[in-house]
Each structure stands twice: as C-alpha cells, then as structure tokens.
C-alpha cells in the first residue's frame, strides 16, 4: 500500500457543488500539507497541519476548508468549486527534523469544475 | 522574481547523455529538494540536502550554499528518466517549489 493515499484520484464535478478530497498516511508524520499544481507553475500551498489540533492557511487559501480528524487523515474541500479550482492537488507529509525532514506525496487528485 | 527559479524549462536529450538541471533561489534555506513527477502524476522525492553533493544510483545533486544554487545531474540517461524534475527550498516552516524542468530522454 503507498505511503500517502488519496481519493478519489479524479473527479468531474460542477460549478457550485461541494467536493472533498480526502488523505490518509500511514508514515506516522504529524505534518501533513495540502498543495495545488496548474500548468506551468510550481505546486503552491493550501492549507497545512503540524498536528491534530493544528491548521494553518497557506498561500492560496481562498475557497478551501480542511480538516485534521486523525493524525493520518486530512481531508480538504471546496465548499462551492469554481472553474479556477480546475488543478492537479496532492497531499504530502513530512517529518519535522531539519535533516530527515523528506517529502512523502501521494498520487495527487485530478478535479475538473465545469 | 520568483524565489525559485529552474532552468532549463524544457530539456530533450539522447539517450545516454549527461544531464545537469539548474536551481537558483534568493533566499537562506535550510535544505533543498529535488523530486521526480512521472506522467502519471505522482511525486517522488530524490534527495534533500543543505550541503555538498549526494549520489544515489546515477542522480547525483549537489548544492552551494554560498551561490544559492543546487544542480541535478543525470548520467548515461534513459527514456525512462523523461520527467518533470522539480526543486524546492525550505526556509522555516515555508517550502517554495519551482515550476520544474520537464525532461525528455530519446532513445
């Protein structure tokens, strides 16, 4: 089983609906982010947690809501999806030490808002 | 100026050259990563350093702290080393992505 999981992997959705994307790890990090990737563009961040009772916006927060439920879960969602919401989006995790401190990503979510 | 910038954007190489993808950045970092997204879309990280080279099969990075700069190289490359190969720099608690270098290697 991979160590960082998200579902789904695709989803077609419309303007206006609510969508959550959801992340499970099984690395026992307490970090765990949210980032969005569009063509052309380095991965930019949306939310992230450094542990259960942690959340914190990132640059890009607009539009999305999160969740911690669980050290292993974070869940993100878009509570009315627009057009521009149309991206790549993975979830990663990581451990906090300076030098061990490698990235985990899962296979990321392909959202299409029509 | 983006504080991450690679270059080059694009690469297309035969197989078996060498290959050094560039990243510069303008801020004093804590460590470095360089990571391979396949076209299936998973990310994968190759290394993370704050110093000197590392080598792991035929990837070798290495960084200057001092120039703000890190190289990936590839040696004796292969078609299934065609990636987008992204640097990213942590500072803090923020990391910083660069848009990445999408290699193509032909056989």
């Known amino acids: 089983d991979a160590d960082v999981t998200q579902t789904p992997r695709n989803r077609i959705t419309k303007t206006g609906k609510r969508i959550m994307l959801e992340c499970s790890q099984t690395?026992?990090?307490?970090?765990m982010y949210w980032y969005r990737q569009d063509p052309g563009l380095g991965l930019r961040l949306i939310y992230y947690?450094?542990?259960?009772?942690?959340?914190n916006k990132g640059e890009i927060s607009d539009g999305y809501s999160v969740s911690r439920q669980a050290q292993a879960k974070f869940s993100l969602s878009l509570e009315s999806a627009i057009p521009n919401q149309t991206a790549l989006y993975f979830c990663?995790?990581?451990?906090?030490?300076?030098?061990?401190?490698?990235?985990?990503f899962g296979e990321g979510s392909r959202l299409t808002v029509l | 100026k983006n504080e991450v910038e690679q270059s080059p954007q694009n690469l297309t190489a035969q197989e078996g050259e060498f290959i050094t993808i560039n990243c510069s950045y303008s801020?004093?970092?804590?460590?470095l990563h360089w990571l391979q997204q396949h076209p299936g879309g998973g990310i994968v990280s190759l290394f993370m350093?704050?110093?000197g080279k590392k080598k792991h099969g035929r990837l070798i990075a290495t960084i200057n702290i001092q120039e703000k700069h890190s190289s990936l190289h590839i040696t004796a490359s292969h078609p299934r080393d065609s990636a987008v190969y992204i640097c990213?720099?942590?500072?803090?608690?923020?990391?910083?992505f660069g848009a990445g270098t999408i290699l193509r290697v032909k056989s």
């Open positions: 990663a995790t990581s451990d906090p030490g300076v030098n061990t401190g490698e990235l985990f």
């Open positions: 690395k026992g990090h307490d970090r």
């Open positions: 947690s450094f542990d259960v009772k942690d959340i």
């Open positions: 801020v004093g970092i804590s460590a």
């Open positions: 350093l704050s110093s």
């Open positions: 990213a720099v942590r500072y803090g608690n923020k990391l910083v």
